[in-house]
């Protein structure tokens, strides 16, 4: 048995396995671009201003993009040399064997399955307060889960099935819908900066740092500027699922790694000019809202604005949404075809070159989550996945660079191991400053993958079946 937990993959180049290889690296940083600035750039800023960093929430932004950035550089070597199906899933297949790449799949699944159904309720209250702005009310039972007394949260329900149903349509029609989106939801932020940086006052940036670095309140909260980069890091999740789209890419070697780190690199400094911005025009105590933006333009007398960047919101976290769903079918359909979840998932529509039936059952399940259950705290629980999945792929560079030294390498981390060990470093530290609670979900989450690997995938693996 301990033979077949550590069995690894052959590396193989990426190969046409049926999906449709249309993507090129500008579409790639677009689908990056697409899920990192949405729910960060337009909630979470204001937030963790307000209630861990204040205005050193700058900071914050840099230590997670910082995180961020080793783990991309990972990325990046690997997506250029490991064949396959992409993704964090597929790396640690070779890196670490048969377990730990089914841990890895679980992982993400949480990652984007519970982190869809989450932006998909955040959308849901935007698009149900803008349409009230409007005096288009929807009745209150059709827009709450019935956890919170309503019978459905729709608009939630059903934002998941449209973009399944692009996704069927084929990825190259869903790239082209996500890259019209980010020019809208940029154009919008570019608007946000245009009125408002003229306001900012160097007053509201004092005490820049109210809670210091680090700190935990007699509530037993964690406040400070490295719990703010706990936080803000869900702003940065999603970019890895770039990675995931290795088989539909045009040139998977040189275009997986430059629409790594070009998304990452124009989203960190985005989100760097927007939160010092944000903080300059508002005292950071008022930005608890749920649209701070939004909020910060109304209290500078720009009223008009606030409907302009609610409908930037609006944009922005379909984006997310779509990358999201894409990201989860397609390492769901890599998984399904490794045997280790049922087969019949990983059929792919010879007409529109798309795994069907495994976006159907995502957008399914996804939808009956966002629905129906309020997530609430549980969307912290995709932070610390996210975090795992990144340091694993870390520790994936050190693994292959000694048991396979000779392996092309197109684009190659230089001083190695520096810039995965720093990575491993970092994001472990982020994991640390999470709460307790978190932690005890997510090893629930991980129990229940162990028990399903050994019900069922570890007796129905091909990789174990070859080697029989």
Known sequence: MLKQLLRTKPITPHRNTGLKQCLTAFDLALLGIGCAIGTGIFVLTGIAAATQSGPAVVLSFVLAGIASAFAALAYAELSSSVGGSGSAYGYSYVAFGEFAA?????????EYGVGAAAVANGWAGY??????????NLPEHFTKAPMLGGIINFPAFAIIWVLT?????????SARVNNIIVAIKISTIVIFLALAIGHISTDNWQPFMPFGWFQTLDNGKNVGVLAGASLVFFAYFGFDAVSTAAEECKNPQRDLPIGLIASLTFCTIIYIIVSATLTG????????TASPVAYALTKLGHTWASTLVATGVLAGLITVLLVLLYGLTRILFAMSRDGLISPVFSAV????????KIILMCGFVVSIVAGFIPLGELAETVNIGTLASFVMVCVGVIRLRQTHPNLARPFKNPWNPVIPVLGILSCGALMSFLPAATWHRFGLWILAGVVF???YSMHHSKLNKTSQ
């Open 281 to 288: 025009v508002v005292p950071y105590t008022e930005l608890n």
């Open 453 to 455: 690997y050994f019900i």
């Open 102 to 110: 089914w841990l890895m799949g679980w992982m993400l699944l949480l």
């Open 165 to 173: 149903i692009l996704l069927m349509v084929g990825v190259k029609e």
């Open 349 to 356: 529509n010879p007409d529109r070159q798309t795994p069907s």
């Open 127 to 136: 698009f149900t307060n803008t349409l009230a702005n409007i005096g288009l």
